[in-house]
């Protein structure tokens, strides 16, 4: 077991096998997170950018206060608000006050950021491949239900 990860970090060994799954978890996270981040460049994008476009994407035609917004995300941004001055910036995301209080700034996705969603989707999904390609669903589903049980009780 782990002949790829021993070539991969070129070490014969492990300390025993907690150090192996923790190596090989951040391994594939790194090697995946590297093939997403490929993908967005080309557009632009970086995946924290392109993480929150996909959750205004979820809740369009209505938008997402920040708070909602940093709730959502899969990395936690050290600084959600530049990030949604970015994208505002290039025109895929607006901001405007809500209606049942005015004080309260949401975010909104704009017709230019769905499309641009749109153009990345087929590279995007391609990516998915690099799970499916190589894991049946049964082994899909026992990866989820595995990571979960690591995170999942630190929620």
């Not at 704009?110 to 749109?118: A, Y």
């Given at each position: 077991?782990?002949?790829i990860?021993?070539?991969?970090?070129?070490?014969?060994?492990?300390?025993?096998?907690?150090q192996?799954?923790?190596?090989?978890?951040?391994?594939?996270?790194?090697?995946?997170?590297?093939?997403?981040?490929?993908v967005?460049?080309?557009y632009?994008?970086?995946?924290?950018q392109?993480?929150?476009?996909?959750?205004?994407?979820?809740?369009?035609?209505?938008?997402?206060?920040?708070?909602?917004?940093?709730?959502?995300?899969?990395?936690?941004?050290?600084?959600?608000?530049?990030?949604?001055?970015?994208?505002?910036?290039?025109?895929?995301?607006?901001?405007?006050?809500?209606?049942?209080?005015?004080?309260?700034?949401?975010?909104?996705?704009?017709?230019?950021?769905?499309?641009?969603?749109?153009?990345?989707?087929?590279?995007?999904?391609?990516?998915?491949?690099?799970?499916?390609?190589?894991l049946?669903?049964?082994?899909?589903?026992?990866?989820?239900?595995?990571?979960?049980?690591?995170y999942?009780?630190?929620?």
């Amino acid at each position: 077991m782990g002949e790829i990860l021993k070539q991969r970090l070129k070490q014969n060994k492990f300390e025993n096998s907690e150090q192996e799954a923790f190596l090989n978890i951040f391994v594939t996270a790194n090697f995946l997170k590297m093939k997403n981040d490929e993908v967005l460049s080309k557009y632009g994008l970086t995946s924290p950018q392109y993480n929150v476009l996909r959750i205004l994407k979820g809740n369009y035609p209505n938008g997402y206060p920040r708070f909602d917004i940093i709730t959502r995300m899969m990395d936690q941004a050290p600084d959600v608000t530049r990030l949604i001055d970015r994208l505002i910036n290039q025109g895929y995301v607006e901001r405007f006050s809500s209606p049942e209080d005015r004080r309260l700034s949401l975010a909104k996705i704009t017709g230019k950021g769905l499309m641009l969603l749109e153009k990345v989707k087929p590279e995007i999904d391609q990516l998915h491949c690099l799970v499916s390609d190589n894991l049946n669903k049964e082994e899909r589903k026992q990866l989820s239900l595995l990571l979960e049980k690591i995170y999942g009780a630190y929620l």
